[in-house]
Nanobody
């Protein structure tokens, strides 16, 4: 059974930083597709970043490019989302997602539908 568990959310003032953590278990392939998504109240879920765990390009949404960065510790089956220069509009529930199969294009466009496994989410609140 695949499980994704996010943590690290919280409340922070604008300009601050947070690091989210996603611990994955049950993924049988060494190279999986993973992504970070977020959903603000009253809005649709949107992609933040997407990548292969085996390495390669990490794709970011324009809204977070230059402020957020993804890293991973494969030995711990853990991926991180470092969020700097946070803005009130970054306030959302943040989710990590995974799937064994996807295309480069899926990752490029941060295609939500390709991911079959999702964590429960962690709330990020940025105050002005």
């Amino acid at each position: 059974e695949v499980q994704l568990v996010e943590s690290g959310g919280g409340s922070v003032q604008a300009g601050g930083s947070l690091r989210l953590t996603c611990v994955a278990s049950g993924l049988t392939y060494s190279n999986n597709c993973m992504g970070w998504f977020r959903q603000a109240p009253g809005k649709e879920r949107e992609g933040v970043a997407a990548f292969y765990t085996g390495g390669g390009t990490i794709y970011y949404s324009d809204s977070v490019k230059g402020r957020f960065s993804v890293s991973q510790d494969n030995a711990k089956n853990t991926v991180y989302l470092q969020m700097n220069s946070l803005k009130p509009e970054d306030t959302a529930m943040y989710y990590c997602a995974a799937d064994p199969f996807c295309s480069d294009y899926d990752l490029l466009i941060l295609r939500e539908g390709v991911f079959n496994y999702w964590g429960q989410g962690t709330q990020v609140t940025v105050s002005s």
